[in-house]
């Protein structure tokens, strides 16, 4: 039985920093990302990483920001969040498929096969 387990995560104001972790276990994962869900509005994709390759694939709108990371001895999967703005605010998932996904399939959440608890994001202004 695979699974996904989320830690970070918290309360910070604008422009500070938070980091977010992701341990899978039971399964090799071809990608692994990340999505989030403000309240009221649906999930979307934030960022994802083809695990063998290191290559990643961020949202526009955190490029710059937000850097994936992946350990692959590990088997985990890092989220760093710098200069985060009150638009960040959602509940963040960590998300992993077992086949390899490409283009712009890897902002569909529905194509990932395990999702994690979700870890609450708060930045205030």
């Known amino acids: 039985q695979a699974q996904l387990v989320e830690s970070g995560g918290g309360l910070v104001q604008a422009g500070g920093s938070l980091r977010l972790s992701c341990a899978a276990s039971?399964?090799?994962?071809?990608?692994m990302g990340w999505f989030r869900q403000a309240p009221g509005k649906e999930r979307e994709f934030v960022v994802a990483?083809?695990?063998?390759?290191?290559?990643?694939y961020p949202k526009d709108s955190v490029k710059g920001r937000f850097t994936i990371s992946s350990n692959s001895a590990k088997n985990t999967v890092t989220l760093q969040m710098n200069s985060l703005k009150p638009e960040d605010t959602a509940v963040y998932y960590c998300?992993?498929?077992?086949?390899?996904?490409?283009?712009?399939?890897?902002?569909?959440?529905?194509?990932?096969?395990?999702w994690g608890q979700g870890t609450q994001v708060t930045v205030s202004s």
């Open positions: 998300a992993a498929a077992l086949r390899p996904l490409y283009g712009s399939v890897l902002s569909i959440w529905s194509r990932y096969d395990y």
């Open positions: 039971g399964r090799t994962f071809s990608v």
């Open positions: 990483i083809r695990s063998i390759y290191g290559i990643t």
